[in-house]
């Protein structure tokens, strides 16, 4: 085979499809229209039915397609599945697999990957048990089609499997169906993940690191045990970025067959005179909360900058990003005002009745000691933002020059406060700042490059590395800072000297800055990174034919 192919039949098997739980979601969804333009309907997406009796909005059944089989698939297999579509841009076709049946056989199904792979599943507790049934019936629904319709060695197959959650499924086609091509495709190893979340330095270090000691100190033997059997398994093992390939080679002693880097679509950023509304429109909802929140109005020139993602707290950087606003502080030539947005989901009750009330009737004034967050938290005292942001002393005065606005809540449109999508309030912002420690390749700060937003990140992201061998300034639309393990007060200043130089460019300088970063966006589009998937194909069927000889 000499050139990149695409398979006739591609099976992607994932706990996010149809499920927004993170990251994950967006490669897939977004790279679904592309790849769907490639196979049409042979394009199957595999996620768990984990809804129960509540609609699931992001899936939209369709009882007419493959009822046949699905019928089938519940005498033969004894698997409950729902077929439709999954609605996100291409439609592709969505099977939902009720995986809770194969509970009661988990033991036995553990006892059989044991002895067949080598997986130790002994030491498993929590969400693994949930995770390898639902692997293991992604294997038994893709068994299942390919009897069905019976196809053959004639119809070119692959089954790709995201992270460690898929991996059984991995193990069941490769025993069962060995003339499927399989891919597996790790985000972020479980164990890098560990050691990084907790607190210990990952990259100093890392040549130092065996995986399987580290999963024995830090209780993850289960999970590293089958995605390092996985990776080793598969015909085509693949991570998303140069960093992570690193990590895998240490920790999984396997080195990737080729790195796939996250790319996205762009067609959820609003065009035109629709762009310039949604802007403004933004930034008003933004300003009005805060002035509502802090009970003063904020400057006509207020820089609007933020940060958001999943509430891991060292891995992604908020310690450095509240730092780096404490430094500001030392820039006494300094008097643009800085409002800071942290976007994070927390451990909270809902929105604050008292600001609700004060945004909808004006008249009444917000009387609390609390001008920092807009949602209740259950626990104020053990909130690391929040005590952080005591710790640094930085209390949203009036004669402060920076506040900061915390949101612990899912920014989904019906958050009570703002009730507006994340989309819908990032593009208001100026500039947004991902400082990670951990981030293999990290959609955050490539989402606001494709709102022109231009952004500040690490070389320790795979986003950051992509963008940039080097640590390079904000003029380049996005600012990336060279992180280690210990240098987090380096950085943290580096990211105040940048928000500085942002607050005093001029007009133009703003605009080239927002131009260059999206730029940086449209390279990113999966029109541009499909080619290292159909790549990755080749390599699968390459292994595949060479082991069905």
């Known amino acids: 085979m000499t050139k990149n192919y695409i398979p006739e039949y591609i099976f992607e098997a994932s706990w996010e499809v149809c499920n927004m739980v993170g990251g994950i979601y967006t490669v897939l969804s977004t790279r679904a229209a592309t790849l769907k333009q490639q196979v049409g309907d042979k394009l199957i997406f595999i996620g768990p039915d984990v809804w129960s009796d509540k609609s699931n909005p992001y899936f ?150 065996s995986g399987d000691q580290m999963a024995n100190e830090l209780n993850m033997v289960s999970k590293h045990s089958t995605e390092k ?98 430094y500001l502080y030392d820039f006494k030539d300094m008097t643009r005002q800085v409002v800071a947005f942290i976007m994070v989901p927390a451990w909270s009750k809902g929105p604050r009745y008292d600001l609700k009330h004060s945004l909808e009737n004006p008249e009444f004034k917000l009387y609390s000691h609390n001008r920092i967050s807009t949602h209740d938290l259950h626990d104020y005292y053990n909130d690391n933002v929040m005590g952080a942001l005591h710790w640094f002393h930085i209390n949203n005065q009036i004669n402060e020059r920076v506040k900061v606005i915390f949101i612990p809540s899912y920014l989904n449109g019906s958050d009570g406060i703002f009730n507006k999508s994340y989309y819908d309030l990032l593009i208001g912002l100026d500039l947004t700042v991902f400082p990670s420690y951990y981030e293999p390749w990290g959609y955050t700060p490539l989402e606001s490059v494709a709102f022109s937003v231009p952004t500040i990140t690490t070389d320790l992201s795979g986003f950051g590395q992509w963008v940039s061998a080097t640590p390079q300034n904000i003029d380049s639309g996005v600012g990336v800072v060279h992180r280690s393990d210990y240098n987090g007060y380096e950085v943290a200043k580096q990211i105040s000297n940048m928000i500085k130089l942002f607050s005093e460019a001029t007009d133009k300088q703003v605009a080239e800055m927002r131009s260059n970063a999206l730029e940086i966006s449209r390279k990113a589009l999966w029109s541009n990174f499909l080619s290292y998937y159909t790549k990755a194909y080749q390599i699968a069927i390459e292994n595949k034919n060479k082991r069905v000889l």
């Open 229 to 326: 059997i996985a990776a080793q398994q598969v015909d085509c093992f693949t991570t998303v970025s140069d960093i992570t390939a690193i990590e895998c080679e240490q920790l999984l002693e396997i080195k990737p067959h080729i790195v796939t880097p996250n790319g996205f679509e762009d067609d959820f950023v609003p065009k035109g005179r629709a762009f310039t509304t949604k802007r403004n429109a933004a930034r008003k909802t933004l300003r009005k909360v805060a002035e509502t929140l802090l009970g003063y109005d904020l400057a006509d020139n207020a820089l609007l900058i933020g940060t958001a993602g999943r509430y891991e707290y060292k891995n992604k950087g908020i310690d450095t990003f509240i730092e780096s606003l404490k």
């Open 60 to 209: 939209k059944e369709e009882p007419k397609i493959n009822s046949e089989w699905v019928a089938y698939t519940q005498e033969h297999y004894h698997l409950k599945i729902r077929v439709g579509r999954w609605k996100i841009p291409g439609e592709p076709i969505a099977v939902l697999v009720d995986f809770l049946p194969l509970m009661a056989r988990k033991d036995e199904i553990y006892g059989h990957v044991w002895s067949k792979f080598g997986v130790n599943s002994i030491a498993a507790y929590g969400d693994y048990d949930e995770s390898s049934m639902f692997g293991f019936a992604t294997g038994m629904v893709i068994d299942s089609y390919y009897r069905f319709f019976n196809l053959s060695k004639k119809n070119e197959v692959v089954a790709h499997f995201n992270e460690w959650m898929t991996t059984f499924g991995a193990f069941y086609v490769k025993e069962n169906l060995p003339q499927i091509s399989t891919l597996f495709t790790t985000h972020a190893t479980s164990i890098g993940r560990s050691i990084a979340g907790n607190h210990k330095p990952l990259y100093d270090y890392l040549n130092e690191y």
